[in-house]
Each structure stands twice: as structure tokens, then as C-alpha cells.
T-cell receptor, first 112, second 112 residues
Framework: SQQGEEDPQALSIQEGENATMNCSYK?????LQWYRQNSGRGLVHLIL?????REKHSGRLRVTLDTSKKSSSLLITASRAADTASYFC????????????FGKGTHLIIQP | DADVTQTPRNRITKTGKRIMLECSQT?????MYWYRQDPGLGLRLIYY???????NKGEISDGYSVSRQAQAKFSLSLESAIPNQTALYFC???????????FGPGTRLLVL
């Protein structure tokens, strides 16, 4: 089953604005990762946050993790048209099982 | 050249046919994965392999089988395709010391 839900399912903003996506998950985790998927293409890894971390930055990306609420957020600052894509959170099980468990994704559209 | 390749990229087949999807990687990773993606959903794990002799079922393995012919090659077979196996299939790899997965471009499969 899917690990959880991304919120919102779709988001449309103007270029230059910030975009925030949220992810919830159900089980204990080892780490949480965010991936980007351009239309119908393979996924590209963006950023990883471990279960003992609360916030992480990478360029224009900022991810937070709240393990007590089983939730994470991804912030993209100063959005660009090239950021238009679907964004997925994925978790690695804290119990040791391999493979990623994905959410359903947020489709982000950046209007020029 | 791409690090993770998948063949074919697109395939149309009929119900009841056997079909094989192939994945090759040049990253030297020992771990390989097969996922499927349905419209509007995240990826779900079908099978994964730690090495040539270690194959493990994922969340949705029924109706699928896999073969790890070599460290660099991991094939997914649909023994008797059915229409609800119509989906986008992704192969991914991971090094034993890494947590990031690297995805191939995907195979779009249509079962009529």
C-alpha cells in the first residue's frame, strides 16, 4: 500500500514564488527522500533527510521532518519554469525492509 | 550514455502473452529494483535483488517474476499479461553504502 499522502495533489504558482509540498507517512522510517519526475520520465533524487534530522537544505530546496507527526515538507524557493514536475516523497522502512515506499505525489506547475 | 537503461521503452501486448522487460546498469551497484507506476499514483515495489543469488518480493509481486542474470542485469517478466498490468515500469539501482536510488527512464506497457 502507499505509505501516505502528498498534499496538495496539484499546485500551480507563478514563477519566482515559493512552493511548499507536504507528505505524511504511516510507519517508522530510517530516512525520507524526495524525488522529482518530469512528465512520464524516470525519477531523480533531490534530497534525503534521516529520521534523526529535523531540517535540511540543498540549494533552493528545504526539507523538514517531524517524526512525531509522521510528516515532511519540501519547500522550493524562487521557483522556475523548469521546476514544473511531479514531486514524490519516499520512505525507507525503519524495520530494515529494503525498497522505497512512495506517496502519490504533488504535481507542481510553474506559470511563467 | 545513461547509467540505467531499460528496454523496450514502449510495448503493446495482448492478454495472455508472456513479456520480458530488461534493465541494465553501468553504475556497478549490487542492489536493483523493479517498480510500477499507475496514473496519478506513486511507485510501488514489485521485486528487488541484493545480488545475483538474492531475490526478494516487494509489495505487489503477484503475476510477476524476475531474473538477475548478472550484477548489471535485472529482468522483469509477466508470465501471462493481463490488462491491469498496464502501467509504467521503472528499474532502479542502489549501491550497498548508498541510500539514494537511481532510476531508469521507464518502460510504458499496454496490455490489450
Amino acid at each position: 500500500s502507499q505509505q501516505g499522502e502528498e498534499d496538495p495533489q496539484a499546485l500551480s504558482i507563478q514563477e519566482g514564488e515559493n512552493a511548499t509540498m507536504n507528505c505524511s507517512y504511516k510507519t517508522s522510517i530510517n530516512n525520507l527522500q524526495w524525488y522529482r519526475q518530469n512528465s512520464g520520465r524516470g525519477l531523480v533524487h533531490l534530497i534525503l533527510i534521516r529520521s534523526n534530522e529535523r531540517e535540511k537544505h540543498s540549494g533552493r530546496l528545504r526539507v523538514t521532518l517531524d517524526t512525531s507527526k509522521k510528516s515532511s515538507s519540501l519547500l522550493i524557493t524562487a521557483s522556475r519554469a523548469a521546476d514544473t514536475a511531479s514531486y514524490f516523497c519516499a520512505t525507507v522502512d525503519g524495520g530494515g525492509a529494503d525498497g522505497l515506499t512512495f506517496g502519490k505525489g504533488t504535481h507542481l506547475i510553474i506559470q511563467p | 550514455d545513461a547509467d540505467v537503461t531499460q528496454t523496450p521503452r514502449n510495448r503493446i501486448t495482448k492478454t495472455g502473452k508472456r513479456i520480458m522487460l530488461e534493465c541494465s546498469q553501468t553504475k556497478g551497484h549490487d542492489r536493483m529494483y523493479w517498480y510500477r507506476q499507475d496514473p496519478g499514483l506513486g511507485l510501488r515495489l514489485i521485486y528487488y535483488s541484493f545480488d545475483v543469488k538474492d531475490i526478494n518480493k516487494g509489495e505487489i509481486s503477484d503475476g510477476y517474476s524476475v531474473s538477475r542474470q548478472a550484477q548489471a542485469k535485472f529482468s522483469l517478466s509477466l508470465e501471462s499479461a493481463i490488462p491491469n498490468q498496464t502501467a509504467l515500469y521503472f528499474c532502479a539501482t542502489r549501491g550497498w553504502a548508498e541510500e539514494t536510488q537511481y532510476f531508469g527512464p521507464g518502460t510504458r506497457l499496454l496490455v490489450l
